[in-house]
Nanobody, 127 residues
Framework: EVQLVESGGGLVQTGGSLRLSCAAS????????IGWFRQAPGKASEGISC????????WFADSVKGRFTMSSDIAKKLVYLQMNNMKTEDTAVYSC????????????????????WGQGTQGTVSS
């Protein structure tokens, strides 16, 4: 069974940090792309980062570039989203998705590209 499980959400103050984890199981991990999306209350889902596991290539949305990073531990089938210098507008439910094979530049920001999703984890930033 394909499964993704996020963890690491919580409450931080402005300027603080959170590290989210995405644990994968049930599929070949080294031939996928992992994307992180977030959805704030009343807003549409936003793709914020993507990593191609085979070579650790990463891409970030402008809204988080320079503050968020991604890393992976292939042996443990884990992907991390390190969120630094967080802002109140980062408050959202964060979810990871997995997409098999190659995905195009535009596709990595579309949730429909990803075939499996976790349940999400809440990240809240207080002022």
């Amino acid at each position: 069974e394909v499964q993704l499980v996020e963890s690491g959400g919580g409450l931080v103050q402005t300027g603080g940090s959170l590290r989210l984890s995405c644990a994968a199981s049930g599929f070949t991990f080294d031939d996928v792309a992992i994307g992180w999306f977030r959805q704030a209350p009343g807003k549409a889902s936003e793709g914020i980062s993507c990593m191609k596991i085979t070579d650790n290539s990463t891409w970030f949305a402008d809204s988080v570039k320079g503050r968020f990073t991604m890393s992976s531990d292939i042996a443990k089938k884990l992907v991390y989203l390190q969120m630094n210098n967080m802002k109140t507008e980062d408050t959202a439910v964060y979810s990871c998705g997995a997409a098999g094979g190659l995905i195009g530049r535009g596709s990595r920001w579309q949730s429909a590209t990803y075939e499996a999703w976790g349940q999400g984890t809440q990240g809240t930033v207080s002022s």
